[in-house]
């Protein structure tokens, strides 16, 4: 059976996706959160990035050559911006960790 073949993969690739564009989505309105909304919306991306992070370990670890293509395929797109998967995970921890210190200073 492939990598992709699993309907465990196949349902948590699904779920990623449509919780990443939820996330984007509900992110517009960042602003007009108050403080509680802030800090829920902060830890809900901390947590679909680890999982993210899991799934993309996942990925790494199979042997299979689908799973494989996807890696390059990221490295690749990645690449193209001059970073490599661990520093968009990174970047994106910055990100989220300054958004946390911003959060502590508001009354």
């Not at 992709?4 to 959160?33: H, R």
């Not at 199979?62 to 970047?91: C, H, N, R």
Request: hydrophobic fraction near 40%; aromatic fraction near 14%; charged fraction near 25%.
């Amino acid at each position: 059976m492939g990598f992709f073949d699993s309907e465990i993969v196949q349902q948590e690739l699904k779920q990623l996706a449509e919780d990443y564009q939820s996330l984007i989505q509900l992110g517009n309105n960042y602003g007009k959160f108050d403080r509680e909304g802030k800090k829920l919306f902060i830890e809900q991306w901390e947590a679909m990035m680890e999982r993210y992070r899991i799934f993309m370990k996942r990925f790494e670890l199979s042997e299979d050559f689908m799973a494989q293509m996807t890696v390059q395929q990221l490295k690749t797109q990645l690449g193209q911006f001059g970073i490599t998967p661990q520093q968009m995970f990174d970047q994106m921890s910055f990100t989220l960790q300054r958004m946390k210190a911003e959060l502590e200073k508001q009354p």
